[in-house]
């Protein structure tokens, strides 16, 4: 409503504003930026009433006949902020618009130039069920989750980042509000709002430091290529503070003020929550709500999606980019895990699979070898799997909810498939032989990768599907025990003799040894 | 837009109407029909020009302030007809309008008394993920499919309906349209529309014959207590006829003739296509409008779907009251059938889970103990599954597609599961533990039916997943052979311990010893 009434009262003043920009142009020097960076513009405004509420502040960008509108907000203590992720190099040009005249009609040129070493820009959909970064790098998520590490103080947020440094992890889930629960009792250091805590907060005054350490969280992240899978809300808090409950004004402002702090850091997603339909003050259209308002202030159509408790949210409809689902058995089997692609066509990410671990929900007690089974029957479902980590802890430091560092054994193993997926193809895995209970994905032709998970055969007639291969075609295979994390090349060379009627093999009907134990893959791969 | 512009004219000569209507009600003998019956009205009229497009004809059936409108159609010779179907007793009145003079403002009352007996009326949607009749009786789809049948002849169709009179199925798949596919390459016995067979048929004339056929059959199976899945495009025509490609006019007409012609019957179900994505001249937006068509068109609101190839419609769409599925494998496993039930959240049928046979095609080749093990999986996962028949034959009389007799050993066996599922609850069965690869449907505190498919375990400790269950509560097992046919009461009674965390057990830890064989089913009833 505010934009509405905001243009036009700018329309109105036109003459004024074309002045005061010609002048302001005159003054300013110019700026400069990365393609894919953050830009901010820092502002001296008011600091009385409320500026949270009371002081509106966009800018709008523009290069050519492109225009990005971008939301500003109040950082505290009269400082004003606005941020501006270039998505093009060259020559830019904003003014900003403001309630309050000493923050309106701000106007310079902003030069954009490369972007910063390893910064390929936001993720988007690519390939219908894929991702690729906006330089069309291939990302393939390979994603964990420690849903509050940014409210455990420094000391265990440093710690996490060392951790993921050395982690083959490039996507964290985590939550914007902070978390109470079983093994998460303890109050965060810093609070979203200003008040007295726990449950005398004002949703209408954000409290600028925890922001800012959410940022710098955001931005550490984005340094280790790490997408940063921020979740919006969450159930875990039940009336605790009262995030979870909040009136409606106070939630759209909450997402507003998160969006327009957040949506230039080129490595965020948004999840709109976990557990959604646990949220019990919340109805569907609610969610339908929050998806619009933060697809109308996001200028950078960051990657959009909802994760479910028992019940999923219809992830047909147009707002969301891709499937993120929960659910304990869909990724022990790949012909569960495929059926959610084409239902949606559209990305599917089991963010949640259960854990590694040892508590005693069944959900956070998987073995290692489990958790890596869900990450190799997902792979071969032409799907993309989460990891965490719920070990119990003396100090209740859990990985999965704290961060800290990581004791199990599935990383390791998770490192070594997504070597295994760098050699592959640079492009997602598509299935084999779809509704076949077919354990092979690839690019038909040229590479088949294939996971047997808990069975153990002793040998495999090698076959393939018959799409796209033909007579005489040569092929090499290596054996993967995905648990001991050994690739062993056969000693063979297979040709295809000719296709029958699904399926062809090799002309001497070789059939390859298998070492008789359970978590084998194989790896095909044509040869000239 | 006929309707608009009739409509107009009607309300100009609103006295003339009245006048008309008056002398008519005065004449008439009152009509007499049955509850959910067809109340039929033949009408004589022109049999100049092209009645099929010419005329225009509807009926506005009114009881109370409720008003049903339905459309007539031409029945070839001069005669025009109009079919009703009322859903509620008691006396209703129609009166005809049309653009002729001597179709127009037919008037009478219509007395309907109680339905026939053993016609429950049409198959609604029930408890989100199952059916019931229009009289709230359960409805449990055991389909079949018989794509062609009433285009083989009166011998064979005779047959085809005294082979369904002996047989479990409760929901038969068909075609309008003939069929022309491997081992279906001879000509129908009648075409759908007037001309010279096979290609050079005129869309706009209809040949009433083949409908009086088509209508002959329906009521057929109804008098069987099988609903007609009545498929209305299928790809298996390839431009031979051209019923696959015809002009958007004259699939829209047809559309409309049809649904005329057949929504009186009360057993019938539109299938808006068999393998939809394979009818490569029709796209996403003709699907959407065949669905608009067929939801304004139809006064009764039959069951609406669409049944896939290996691109899945989008069945959360609001038209669409169940989703109808083909894929190969999902029923193969109880884990995988129960997705598709979450994301769609209405009923789910696998009307193509492959067929018992003996074809080289895959989906035509399975083995009666295969196609079994797919009806008990997809019932345990709180779905539905369709089966069909492919044997060789020498004459090339397939179940699957010309109908005749059944030669296959899953008959039997879906049989038997009907039965048991008849001395279950009156009501659909639901998963018991939902994403935990739980093997158990049924009503949680009361019945549990558990399957374990291609696994042979020795024994089984009793132990169910405690929602609604309390310490103390006994129950009695029977062991269920699927394939023998086998029902073996357990000489035993569970008496349950105190829950655990998540499951609760017999206050003896009392295991339960199974026959060591594949096909093995619990049935578990709650004694007071």
């Not at 646990?278 to 996001?298: A, C, G, M, P, Y």
């Not at 800290?404 to 990383?411: E, Q, R």
């Not at 354990?439 to 590479?447: C, E, H």
């Not at 007639?461 to 291969?469: G, H, I, N, T």
């Amino acid at each position: 409503m505010f934009n509405t009434l905001f243009m036009h009262m700018l329309r109105k003043s036109f003459v004024f504003t074309l002045l005061i920009s010609l002048l302001a142009t005159a003054h300013a020097e110019v700026a400069h930026a990365q393609q894919w960076g953050v830009y901010e513009l820092t502002l001296k405004g008011p600091d009385t009433g409320n500026p949270f509420t009371d002081i509106q502040l966009i800018a709008e960008f523009t290069q050519g006949n492109r225009l990005v509108t971008v939301n500003g907000f109040y950082d505290g203590s009269g400082i004003y902020k606005l941020r501006f992720m270039p998505d093009t190099q060259g020559s830019w040009h904003y003014t900003t618009h403001s309630n309050t005249p000493t923050l309106n009609e701000i106007t310079n040129e902003l030069v954009v130039g490369e972007p910063a070493k390893g910064n390929h820009g936001p993720v988007k959909v690519n390939a219908t069920y894929h991702f690729a970064y906006s330089d069309n790098t291939l990302y393939r998520p390979i994603g964990t989750t420690a849903y509050a590490w940014i409210h455990q103080g420094d000391l265990l947020a440093e710690q996490t980042l060392k951790t993921l440094a050395n982690a083959p992890f490039n996507k964290m889930r985590m939550t914007v509000f902070p978390k109470r629960y079983e093994w998460n009792t303890n109050e965060p250091v810093l609070y979203p709002y200003e008040g007295t805590p726990p449950n005398h907060l004002d949703f209408t005054r954000f409290n600028p430091t925890f922001f800012q350490n959410l940022e710098k969280r955001v931005q550490q992240l984005g340094e280790l290529g790490i997408e940063a899978d921020i979740i919006l809300f969450h159930p875990y808090d039940k009336g605790h503070w009262g995030f979870d409950r909040m009136p409606k004004a106070a939630d759209d402002l909450y997402l507003r003020y998160v969006i327009a702090r957040l949506a230039a850091y080129h490595n965020v997603w948004w999840s709109l929550a976990n557990e959604f339909d646990f949220l019990k003050e919340k109805t569907t259209s609610d969610w339908d709500r929050f998806f619009h308002i933060v697809q109308s202030n996001d200028p950078y159509n960051h990657l959009r999606s909802i994760h479910n408790g028992t019940l999923i949210y219809n992830h047909t409809l147009p707002w969301v980019t891709h499937a993120s689902i929960q659910n304990g058995s869909a990724t022990e089997d790949h012909g569960r895990a495929i059926l959610y692609r084409d239902v949606y066509q559209k990305p599917v990410i089991f963010d949640e699979a259960k854990y590694e671990g040892n508590l005693p929900q069944r959900w956070g007690n998987l073995t290692a070898e489990e958790m890596t089974l869900r990450f190799w029957e997902g792979t071969v479902a032409g799907t993309y799997v989460g990891h965490s980590e719920c070990y119990m802890d003396p100090k209740e430091i859990i990985w999965w909810a704290k961060g800290g560092t990581l004791h199990g054994g599935s990383v390791a193993r998770i490192a070594f498939l997504k070597k295994i997926l760098e050699e592959g193809p640079n492009e997602g895995l598509e299935p084999i032989d779809k509704w076949q209970d077919c354990p092979f994905v690839g690019k038909r032709g040229q590479y088949y990768l294939g996971y047997f998970g808990r069975e153990t055969p002793k040998t495999w007639p090698f076959s393939l599907y018959k799409a796209e291969l033909k007579q005489g075609m040569k092929f090499k295979v290596d054996i993967i025990d995905t648990w001991n994390m050994t690739m062993t090349p056969v000693d063979h060379i297979f040709v295809l003799k000719k296709p029958g009627k699904y399926f062809v093999g090799d002309v001497n009907e070789s059939k390859i040894s298998l070492p008789d134990k359970p978590y084998i893959a194989l790896r095909i791969s044509r040869i000239p």
